[in-house]
């Protein structure tokens, strides 16, 4: 089993940086995916960012966050980190870490049914 813990969001005027980070523990993979998803009130969790990591690592990010938003890892502490500059109102929301036991190709990314362990949540607001 794989537990996950985000921890790091809070309150942020618009314009500011917040850095989420993703702690994972239990079973290691040697492939994996490990993605960011967000959820607003009343609106659907949506996909914001992954790493499809197999030996080196991918990077993808939704639309909406291009250019404002990066991802890292540190392998020796099983963490996974998401940088959030500029930020906007809009970006308000829970933010999920999950993971999936594989390597995802890239037009499954977007699918949380793809992802077999999630995170609690990390609320992230937005507001002057």
């Known amino acids: 089993q794989v537990q996950l813990e985000e921890t790091g969001g809070g309150w942020v005027q618009p314009g500011g940086s917040l850095r989420l980070s993703c702690a994972a523990s239990?079973?290691?993979?040697?492939?994996?995916?490990m993605a960011w998803f967000r959820q607003a009130p009343g609106k659907e969790r949506e996909f914001v960012a992954a790493?499809?990591?197999?030996?080196?690592?991918?990077?993808h990010f939704a639309d909406s966050v291009k250019g404002r938003f990066t991802m890292s890892r540190d392998n020796a502490q099983k963490a996974l980190y998401l940088q959030m500059d500029t930020l906007k109102p809009e970006d308000t929301a829970v933010y999920y870490c999950?993971?999936?036991?594989?390597?995802?190709?890239?037009?499954?990314?977007?699918?949380?049914?793809?992802?077999?362990?999630w995170g609690q949540g990390t609320q992230v607001t937005v507001s002057s």
């Open positions: 790493l499809r990591w197999t030996g080196y690592g991918t990077y």
């Open positions: 999950a993971l999936a036991s594989s390597r995802l190709i890239v037009s499954r990314l977007w699918g949380e049914q793809n992802y077999d362990y």
């Open positions: 239990g079973r290691a993979f040697s492939s994996y995916t």
